[in-house]
């Protein structure tokens, strides 16, 4: 897993705090595992995320929080103070009663795929309709 380019987590909801991070958080955000555990709740790591976005993110996870999963993506301020695109592929852990416990899931910087995407006849500074 070291080699991955997929942050592995589980956020405890009840406490809101993260459990578990993996290493490679730091190679897609910048931040290091301690810099963003230590952004001990939620609403701090919530700030990093584009405003635009956060109705989308707030709206999604209350809705995974009753279906039992997620994906959401969203833009997410780097350490360097570049947005970069996130994927977030996630299941919510509940108790007997159906009360949520734990978010345990993977992110995945997606900002390269998705301009790849966007523009793929892009070769040399040209598109297949001129110049870019």
């Known amino acids: 897993m070291e080699n991955s380019l997929d942050v ?12 578990f991070m993996s290493p490679v958080v ?10 963003m555990t230590e952004m001990s709740s ?3 790591s ?12 707030t709206d999604g996870l209350a809705h995974a929080c009753k279906i039992g999963f997620g994906t959401l ?3 997410f301020k780097h350490k360097d103070g570049k947005y970069r695109l996130f994927a977030d ?21 997606i900002t390269e795929t998705k301009s790849r995407i966007r523009y793929p006849l892009q070769i040399n500074g040209f598109s297949i309709t001129g110049k870019i």
């Open 26 to 35: 730091e190679k897609i955000t910048g931040f290091s595992v301690q810099e």
């Open 89 to 109: 592929h996630f299941t919510i852990i509940k108790d007997q009663n159906g009360r949520p416990l734990f978010s345990e899931g993977i992110m995945r910087d």
């Open 73 to 75: 993506e969203y833009r």
């Open 46 to 57: 919530f700030n990093l995320v584009h405003p635009d976005d956060r109705r989308l993110v």
């Open 42 to 44: 939620m609403s701090e």
């Open 8 to 19: 592995a987590y589980r956020r405890n909801l009840q406490i809101d705090s993260a459990d």
